[in-house]
């Protein structure tokens, strides 16, 4: 049976390589299992897994028990006999072949074919095969070149463009603000950006105030786009 593919290069790796290969990325690297981590932190869904799925029946069919397992055991998880991966994220297999349709395929399919999938194209028969190949490579570039951008026909599409480093930074962000919550925001972001730590004796200035609204000001704009993820995977969209 044929695996199903996914929209862009998104796959998760499990396995590093021996020697390097462009575009290929570590597992954590994949927008996929950003999109666990974020259901992993949503209380409602915790709840859910703990009360086999009560309250969110339909999503916890999908995705299943995301506390108790890690990610590689989740995404490996059969489901409808393949991958729980690949049921929720991977494309729908099409026809990947070329065929001659008869005047009934045509009835038959009464014109509802995904154009986006499949180009349906008429070839008179007294053409030479050097004319076939000019004519409908010319139709096939046009095609391909002036549609719009293919949409995933995934059972849970990726909803919008994503940055795999902010959603890292923002769930850190996230987590530490729950494990220490004493800690004001400027404090977390003391904790977690390297580059924007204050010493001792800078905070003993007379501006240091400045430095705290500017590091409150990225602590709340990470933490509000991890609360927003989690908020968009409870329902079944991400990033949210």
């Not at 995301?66 to 994220?89: H, M, P, T």
């Not at 991977?90 to 065929?99: L, M, Y």
């Not at 007294?126 to 995933?152: C, D, F, P, W």
Request: hydrophobic share 35%; glycine share 6%; with cysteine.
């Amino acid at each position: 049976m044929a695996l199903r593919h996914f929209m862009g290069d998104n796959h998760p790796l499990f396995r590093t390589p021996k020697t390097g290969a462009r575009g290929v990325y570590p597992y954590t690297d994949s927008i996929y299992y950003w999109w666990y981590e974020a259901l992993r932190r949503s209380s409602r869904y915790q709840r859910a897994c703990r009360n086999d799925g009560r309250g969110m029946a339909k999503l916890y069919a999908d995705f299943g028990d995301v506390v108790s397992n890690d990610f590689r055991a989740w995404w490996n998880e059969r489901v409808d006999g393949e991958q729980r991966g690949r049921y929720l994220f991977a494309e729908p297999i099409s026809a990947e072949h070329v065929a001659e349709l008869s005047p009934s395929d045509i009835l038959a399919w009464g014109g509802a074919w995904d154009r986006e999938e499949q180009l349906v194209v008429a070839i008179p028969r007294h053409y030479t095969l050097r004319h076939v190949k000019r004519y409908v490579g010319e139709i096939v570039r046009e095609a391909n070149g002036s549609r719009r951008k293919r949409k995933s026909r995934a059972l849970y599409p990726i909803a919008r463009k994503f940055n795999i480093h902010a959603m890292r930074t923002a769930f850190a962000y996230w987590d530490l603000a729950k494990a220490e919550p004493k800690l004001k925001r400027w404090q977390l972001c003391n904790q977690l950006d390297k580059g924007r730590q204050l010493s001792e004796e800078d905070l003993r200035t007379n501006y240091v105030w400045r430095d705290k609204q500017s590091m409150n000001t990225i602590a709340v704009r990470y933490i509000n786009l991890a609360d927003k993820l989690i908020k968009g995977a409870e329902k079944g969209i991400f990033p949210g």
